[in-house]
Structures are given as C-alpha cells and as structure tokens.
C-alpha cells in the first residue's frame, strides 16, 4: 500500500513500479489533478468511504488517498554508480548505518532526493526497509531516488572505495567539520542509527570522519537533520552561484 496524496502522485509521475489500483473519498478539486494523472497512466480509480480507507490505513494518515501498487524494487551499488555516470555527475551518496525508524528514513529519502544524490544504502538487518510508511515521510521521495539494502555495510563501503567513493563518517566526535573539507569529489556519507550513531566496525572502514559544527548544549543532531545538513554542503560546494 502507498497513502498519502504527495507520495500516490509522485508514483503515478514517475511510473517506475505497476499501480494496480488507486482508492480515493472523492473525485472533486482536492483529488482532481491525481485523477486525472492516474487516469492518463490507465490506473483504475475506485471511490471508497472513508471507513473503507481507514481499515487500509490503520492510523487515518492517508489524506484521503490510498494505491495498491507492487513493492518498490531495490538497486544495486553498480545501477547506483551508473546513474552518476550518466548524469556526468560524481557520486553523492549516503549510507545509513541501522536506522529503524521509518519516518527518518523517509525524512532522509526525502533530503537525499531534493539534493540529487545518486542513491542510498541501507543494511538488510536491524534497519528500517521501504515500508508504507517510509514512502509517506518521504512525500514521494521514495519513487525518485534509488536504494540498495546491503548484506554487509563494510563490505559495501569498502566496494564503494575501490570504485573511487570518499567515505565520510559523520559523528559528533570527529576533528574535521563539513565546510572545511572538499566535497566536490565522488563522496558517501556514512550516518549512524538513532542512539548508537555509526558502529565502530562500520566506522573503521570509513575514509575519513566530519562533524556538523554546533553551538548549543546538545551534541547531536536527528540523523535526517544531519544528513540534509551534510548534503547541502555538498550541493553548495558544487553549485556555487
């Protein structure tokens, strides 16, 4: 199931997985313009109660708006790569190392995608996978950027490093802060879970460690904080204007 009226139409828009059905309260204004899309693609459009949507949606947060769709299809490190190369772009990436709750991985999807990263890695145990919820945090996000679920992080980054990624860990303890390292090279930044931050068998594969400057009493940020933060460092370092 996908829910949510940003997250039904920028599936519909990007038409990379089959929608079997969409399931709307009503067809007047606020839906007409995802009717309408999702009549364009052919997706059957059914008029339910509300009752029937909630039952679907368990928590009501559907906004009137529910689609039955195949589940998102997860990518490879190699189609990841292949995309910057084919935007002639060097590699902007993140990996996440045990995030579980959904909302901030959709949160980071969301952040990952508005900054035109290539991808996002995630483990395939004890993370947060691309649930319905995960699509609902991530306002669309989800069906825009690519994502591979990973056997073994460190195995990964080490990949990632022999294909020529820099790997940056980002964690409160480290020397060097964001703004004053180069990011305009093929870059991953590694962000750990909630609590436990990057594990240290992850961390010790990393190239490099960056910490985002703070000035108040807390010492860390929410890991969708920190990785917007970080990856807007990045995007102004190679856009400047």
């Known amino acids: 199931m996908l829910y949510g009226l940003h997250a039904v139409r920028e599936a519909l828009k990007a038409e990379n997985r089959p929608l079997q059905r969409v399931l709307v309260l009503r067809t007047d204004k606020q839906f007409s313009d995802l009717v309408q899309l999702a009549r364009s693609r052919r997706v059957p459009i059914h008029v339910q109660p509300l009752a029937s949507l909630d039952r679907l949606v368990p928590n009501g947060r559907h906004q009137g708006v529910v ?3 195949s589940a998102k299809a997860y990518q490879t490190e190699e189609s990841i790569l292949a995309r910057a190369v084919q935007r002639g772009e060097a590699p902007l990436l993140v990996v996440l190392d045990g995030v579980e709750d959904p909302h901030n991985l959709g949160a980071v999807l969301r952040s990952a995608e508005g900054a035109g990263a290539h991808g996002v890695f995630i483990p395939e145990r004890r993370a947060a996978g691309l649930t319905p919820v995960v ?13 591979a679920r990973v056997t073994n992080m460190s195995r990964s980054l080490e990949s990632l490093k022999t294909a020529g990624v820099w790997i940056y860990g980002v964690t409160p303890s480290a020397k060097k802060i964001v703004t004053d390292v180069d990011l305009r090279g093929p870059v991953g930044f590694v962000l750990g879970g909630e609590g436990t931050g990057i594990r240290p068998g992850v961390l010790q594969h990393c190239d490099d460690c960056i910490r985002i400057p703070l000035r108040g009493q807390v010492h860390s ?3 969708s904080a920190a990785a917007a933060i970080v ?11």
């Open 67 to 69: 689609a039955v769709t």
């Open 135 to 147: 699509a609902k945090a991530s306002a669309g996000a989800i069906d825009h950027i690519p994502v």
């Open 221 to 223: 940020l929410n890991v």
């Open 231 to 241: 990856l807007f460092e990045a995007v102004r370092q190679r856009h400047p204007s």
